[in-house]
């Protein structure tokens, strides 16, 4: 079964910036999509930003547009998650997850509840202090 690792999570004030990365255990995701959840508090994880490997987007929640962009590098079979002017309400575990090609088209992609089944790796914490 795939493997997601992510790092890059840490302790950072408002107004800074973080880069998250994601490494995945197979050499190519093609056709598939991956993307990130956040885990703030409770059970829920809310879908932040999901898209295929070739960068092209398919979900990204408001409250992140203009703040955080998402770039990959196939070669290492990695994608990342640029977060900059980090507010307290980012804070959370922020989750990688990967999804077949034929779900990722109309997959439902606001919380991971709706999510079609993937895959999904352990996390990085984010924590956003004043």
């Known amino acids: 079964a795939l493997q997601l690792v992510e790092s890059g999570g840490g302790s950072v004030q408002v107004g800074g910036s973080l880069r998250l990365t994601c490494t995945t255990s197979?050499?190519?995701?093609?056709?598939?999509?991956i993307g990130w959840f956040r885990q703030a508090s409770g059970p829920e994880r809310e879908g932040i930003v999901v898209?295929?490997?070739?960068?092209?987007?398919?979900y990204v929640v408001d409250s992140v547009k203009g703040r955080f962009t998402i770039s990959q590098d196939t070669a290492k079979n990695t994608v990342y998650l640029h977060m900059n002017d980090l507010k307290s309400e980012d804070s959370g575990m922020y989750i990688c997850?990967?999804?077949?090609?034929?779900?990722?088209?109309?997959?439902?992609?606001?919380?991971?509840?709706?999510?079609?089944?993937?895959?999904y790796g352990r996390g990085t914490q984010v924590t956003v202090s004043s």
């Open positions: 997850a990967a999804f077949i090609p034929r779900y990722c088209q109309n997959g439902v992609f606001r919380t991971a509840r709706e999510a079609p089944v993937g895959y």
């Open positions: 197979e050499k190519t995701w093609s056709g598939g999509c």
């Open positions: 898209h295929y490997m070739s960068g092209d987007i398919i």
